[in-house]
Nanobody, 124 residues
Framework: QVQLDESGGRSVQAGGSLRLSCAAS????????MGWFRQAPGKEREFVAA????????NYADSVKGRFTISRDNAKNTVYLQMNSLKAEDSAVYYC?????????????????WGQGTQVTVSS
């Protein structure tokens, strides 16, 4: 049974940092690219960051470039999202998902097996 469990979300002041984790199980984690998306109330789910199975290729939304870093530990079956210089507009539920695409895409439809999400709230 495929499972993706996001954690690490909490309330933080603007300018602060958080590290989100996504623990994967039920599939060969090292064979898949992984992505992070987010969804704010009343908005569509949007791409944040992704990386390929070897962590050699990364892809970031323009809104987070230079502030967020995606990484993975294949030994721990976990993908991370380090978020620095957080802004109020980063507030959302953050989700991870997997993709079979080699060059990690930014389109929602390329990902599947979504986790339950973790809430990030940034107060200004």
């Amino acid at each position: 049974q495929v499972q993706l469990d996001e954690s690490g979300g909490r309330s933080v002041q603007a300018g602060g940092s958080l590290r989100l984790s996504c623990a994967a199980s039920g599939f060969a984690f090292r064979n898949y690219g992984m992505g992070w998306f987010r969804q704010a109330p009343g908005k569509e789910r949007e791409f944040v960051a992704a990386l390929d199975r070897s962590a050699n290729i990364t892809n970031y939304a323009d809104s987070v470039k230079g502030r967020f870093t995606i990484s993975r530990d294949n030994a721990k079956n976990t993908v991370y999202l380090q978020m620095n210089s957080l802004k109020a507009e980063d507030s959302a539920v953050y989700y991870c998902a997997r993709t079979v695409r080699g060059n990690p895409p930014s389109i929602l439809q390329a990902y599947y097996d979504w986790g339950q999400g973790t809430q990030v709230t940034v107060s200004s």
